[in-house]
């Protein structure tokens, strides 16, 4: 069994990345999408969206990073495939989930669900540019508006050289909406002859054994439950193994939250900073109620010394940096 962290726009960030990923139960984790239009990219913006390319393609805690591309043009994707090898990823991933209007006006992300023969094409000419070692996989949702489709999008993928497909079992027209649909992702690996991650309203160990008894999958890949609950993937180990765990405390969880603010002044100018702190935060209050409290005195709070005192850090020089 392998237990993924999602990609999140603008959530999931290397700063998430490293502080999630040294709580343990994470087998790999993904890039937010390297958006990729009509050129090749400079090095530079693969470096500020995968800085851990730098270090081995792997977070501080030695968790394996996946380079996640999105576009819509094979052969520049391809082209950019091969320059994210060339930096160092160790599999090139590729979006055709994200729901963002911007990004499926734009042409990326589920909006090409639509079009499966693009899928195939899309997948075929990164496989093919690639070095051959170098896994390429995709994340699909079940389709745009319907999961009619979900069946041709998951063979176009796959018959394209997609090593393993994650499905987030919903729409894009269905957003987050709960709930998730895991019985598709059972439909989808009937069709495949690759291994097939449900992804999609796994919040809890119970949510997990129930995706597991409908989906019949036995990979998963966390997002918003784990950034809510750190330890989820630890958690959901133990009940496979059929091991004790007791589950993190508040206690544990302040020097992740401590670490997270800490990177989060040094990488960012202190106008945005705080925000990003607020926004972790506020998804914490769905497991802790300590989370709660802090957040009822973070949430009008701008001043990044203010927040240090709240977090029990001393105050940082709030000198401008680039973000």
Not at 228 to 251: K, V
Request: aromatic residues 6%.
């Amino acid at each position: 069994m392998q237990i993924a962290l999602a990609p999140m726009e603008g959530l999931v960030d290397n700063i998430l990345r490293d502080v999630l990923t040294r709580t343990g139960g994470i087998d790999w984790c993904v890039t937010e999408f390297i958006r990729v239009c009509d050129r090749l990219l400079p090095p530079a913006q693969f470096d500020k969206l995968a800085p851990e390319l730098r270090h081995g393609a792997q977070t501080a805690a030695g968790v394996p990073m996946r380079v996640q591309l999105l576009g819509s043009d094979p052969v520049c994707l391809a082209e950019n495939a091969v320059l994210a090898c060339e930096l160092g990823a160790p599999v090139i991933d590729l979006n055709f989930g994200c729901p963002a209007k911007t990004v499926n006006k734009s042409r990326g992300g589920a909006v090409l669900l639509k079009e499966p023969e693009l899928l195939h094409a899309i997948v075929s000419e990164v496989r093919r540019a690639v070095p051959a070692h170098i896994p390429v996989t995709a994340k699909m949702r079940l389709g745009f508006e319907t999961p009619d489709g979900a069946m041709d999008c998951a063979r176009a993928l796959a018959d394209g050289g997609a090593a393993h497909l994650v499905v987030h079992a919903r729409t894009k027209v269905e957003g987050y909406k709960p709930p998730a649909h895991w019985e598709w992702v059972a439909k989808v690996q009937d069709v495949v002859r690759v291994p097939v991650f449900a992804n999609g309203e796994i919040w809890s160990v119970d949510d997990w054994r129930r995706c597991k008894a409908v989906s019949g999958a036995r990979d998963i890949m966390l997002g918003r439950g784990l950034v809510s609950c750190p330890d989820l993937g630890l958690q959901i180990a133990a009940a496979r193994d059929g091991r004790e765990y007791r589950p993190m405390t508040w206690a544990a969880l302040l020097p992740l939250l401590q670490a997270f603010w800490q990177q989060a002044q040094a990488k960012l100018s202190p106008r945005y900073a705080p925000g990003r702190m607020k926004q972790w935060v506020a998804m914490l209050t769905r497991n802790y109620p300590e989370a709660v409290a802090l957040f009822a005195e973070l949430r009008r709070e701008s001043d990044c010394a203010r927040i240090s005192a709240l977090l029990g850090l001393p105050a940082v020089s709030t000198e401008p940096c680039v973000a």
